[in-house]
């Protein structure tokens, strides 16, 4: 592994902790965070899972420009939408 590779796993695991300061009930999730509690892909999360019909709706906070940013989700919305999956048999 090179040196940067290194450093920008320390940096991601940094920012993982800083993340988990925000309490889930009040945290904003996007792709790549609710990618990585489902444990699919990032294409997989945007193609088909936020598209679901029960999936949570999302937020868009404006943005620099005064448009529409990017799609957030509540963390807690998200997790009790996969807790509702789960399988009794």
Not at 41 to 66: A, H, M, W
Request: without cysteine; hydrophobic residues 45%.
């Amino acid at each position: 592994m090179s040196e940067i590779e290194t450093l920008a796993g320390k940096v991601v695991e940094l920012l993982d902790k800083k993340r988990a300061a925000i309490p889930l009930d009040v945290d904003l999730w996007d792709i790549r965070l609710i990618s990585g509690y489902l444990k699919r892909s990032e294409n997989y999360v945007r193609n088909v899972i936020v598209n679901v019909d029960l999936f949570p709706r999302p937020i868009r906070l404006p943005n620099q420009k005064g448009g529409i940013g990017s799609r957030l989700w509540r963390a807690r919305d998200v997790i009790l939408w996969a807790e509702s999956h789960v399988v009794t048999k």
